[in-house]
């Protein structure tokens, strides 16, 4: 065996122990742990790009095309969140080390719940993820809404995760292991001699969508997350927008396209009518939001649709938009947010309509904002675009008409909400005349985010080359 | 009849965790908890894991049930500070609904054992019992989530540390 494979995710850890030492040990805390932070995610990257393929102790451990596609999502957005994090950590009283690291620990269990191969895996690192990130929104403990979104995240993802091991346990019971790959092998066997699922397989798929479902935001186990979002610090609300849900996509393809793909007439008319009920809810009610945050929590239920639609296609075009909307939506959405981070660290204010005037205060600034907010609609040529495209192509290839169909109209509704943004920016004015200053780690990020948005839409082949090859993973 | 002590045990397991979160004094709610523990113990028994009934009391029953005692003891708490009365249409809701997931997953059991074609059988526990057969799993079979686990551990840990300390 060699242990080699695993070089990425141990680095990160032992970085992360690295930074509480740093942190424990120096007496000034005059310099800022997150370039130590920074550093580790670049090295690490450096680690995944050249790493091997294969598979560890039994298949539990899948280091493939996959994995490292979906390792490259969680470094960068860690990277951007870290780097937007700068400027929230010099305003902490105390424990400004652990924050870091506990970004760090975080992306450590995602990474290696993208290479998981059974479901005992999958399950710690499950939890690896999402523990620390209920330390995360909690962080502001001197404000009300902080300490209430870490409650709500607490309380909701341990019923989460109680559903889920639910369904496990079920799939574990009738099958007797917890390898993806056995767990097909022995459902197609008894599926080939009886010639029918039985009921007990089809609750373990409904517990196990509604455990994945609460990671996702899917729509009638959304309700936490408005209340989490806002609540939580800008930058680990924006960490939990992308990463936490990236994280649930790569765990949801890996347990249903691995294991479960030829049972796909029992599961994916239910995932079709989760994606309308995510486009159509999360649509709808991001209209009525007055807050930045809640409106990027609902856009950000109602991308969550979008990208079910890949999902739902459940053929290797479908998994590759998937992989790549997945990108799309990381620049656009951390763009969203680090402006939203950069905009209320300078005026406090989260509400949509102090935004008036931005144009004139900061050109910059708003130019990138309206990006963002025009790539998350999908005009052309932004990565938007080209992300909705593809994902539109798959389901339309499986005869997904209707569903496509909802969600071009309720693509139009949430030009009303994006667009609103722009609208305050560029068409009204204020009496405020400063403009909005950032740190250069801030801006080093919003240029990134620009960069991806742009350099996604025009020229998308680079990506998707990558995302082919990460969907080649499962067999259709 | 070892169905008949399969529901004992399962009924007095369900009612007790349900007085657990219904008891407005929080040491009765942890004493049905300790009771929801035993049982699940001897469930663990029924099922041929005599080390994991046992770890489960030692560790949940007595370990984790005594912090939670002291910590409920040590905060004091007064009878205003239990937090106010829940909404009634709230409450009426939640329980139609658990009774539907109930009459659903009834259902869909009955049709899963009664129905004539389907033959899904839950798979023999394969390994025997015991420390040592189980020591051997998670050390060859299960290595890596069990040393992933140790990182968990160490994450909850820093977790606590950083929720509880003002100032580190």
Known sequence: ?476 | MEILIFSILAIVAVVCSIMVICQKNPVASALFLIATMVSLAMLFLLLNAPFLAVIQIIVYAGAIMVLFLFVIMLLNLRRDEFGPEKRRAQRFFGILFVFLLLIGMVTVIEVGIFGSKSTETVSEATAPAGVEPLAQLLFTKYLFPFELASVLLLVAIVGAVVMAKRRL
């Open chain 1, 1 to 476: 065996m060699t242990y080699q494979l695993l070089l990425p995710q141990i680095f990160l850890f032992l970085w992360a122990i690295l930074i509480f030492i740093i942190d424990f040990v120096r007496k000034e805390k005059k310099h800022n742990l997150a370039y130590v932070a920074l550093l580790g995610i670049v090295i690490t990257t450096v680690l995944v790009l050249t790493s091997q393929k294969g598979e560890l102790f039994g298949g539990m451990f899948q280091a493939d095309s996959f994995s490292a596609y979906f390792n490259l999502i969680f470094l960068l957005t860690g990277f951007l969140t870290i780097a937007s994090s700068v400027e929230f950590t010099q305003r902490l009283p105390s424990n400004k080390g652990e924050y870091f690291g506990l970004i760090l620990l975080s992306m450590v269990g995602m990474m290696f719940l993208a290479s998981a191969g059974d479901l005992l895996t999958l399950y710690v690192s499950l939890e690896l993820t999402t523990i620390p990130l209920f330390v995360l929104a909690s962080y502001r403990k001197d404000e009300f809404k902080s300490t209430e979104a870490g409650l709500k995240y607490l309380i909701l993802g341990g019923i989460s995760s109680a559903l889920l091991l639910f369904g496990i346990s079920l799939i574990y019971g009738l099958t007797g292991t917890t390898f993806l790959t056995e767990v097909r092998t022995t459902l197609i066997v008894r599926f080939l001699s009886t010639g029918n699922v039985g009921p007990a397989l089809v609750l373990g798929f409904i517990f196990m969508i509604a455990g994945f479902g609460f990671k996702l935001a899917l729509v009638p186990f959304h309700m936490w997350v408005p209340d989490v979002y806002e609540g939580a610090p800008t930058p680990i609300t924006a960490f939990l927008s992308v990463a936490s849900k990236a994280t649930g996509i790569a765990a949801f393809l890996r347990v249903f396209f691995h294991a479960f793909l030829i049972f796909q007439v029992d599961w994916v008319m239910l995932m079709a009518v989760l994606a309308a009920l995510a486009m159509i809810i999360g649509n709808i009610i991001a209209l009525l939001q007055t807050n930045i945050k809640r409106m990027l929590a609902y856009s950000s239920i109602a991308q969550i649709g979008y990208i079910l639609l890949g999902v739902v296609a459940a053929s290797s075009r479908g998994v590759s938009s998937v992989a790549f909307y997945t990108f799309v939506y990381l620049f656009a959405n951390m763009g969203a947010f680090i402006t939203a981070i950069a905009f209320s660290h300078k005026t406090g204010s989260d509400e949509i309509k102090d935004y008036a005037g931005l144009s004139r205060r900061s050109p910059a600034l708003a130019a990138m904002m309206a990006v963002f907010m025009l790539s998350l609609v999908g005009i052309p040529p932004l990565a938007g675009f080209m992300g909705k495209y593809y994902l539109f192509s798959a389901a339309i290839e499986q005869r997904y008409i209707w569903l496509v169909v909802i969600a071009i109209l309720t693509s139009v509704i949430s030009l009303y909400y994006y667009l609103n943004v722009v609208r305050q920016m560029y068409f009204q004015t204020s009496t405020e005349e400063s403009p909005i200053l950032m740190g250069a780690a801030l801006k080093t990020a919003l240029l990134i985010c620009v960069i991806g948005v742009l350099l996604l839409g025009i020229y998308p082949n680079i990506f998707l080359n990558f995302a082919n090859q990460a969907a080649m993973v499962f067999h259709y």
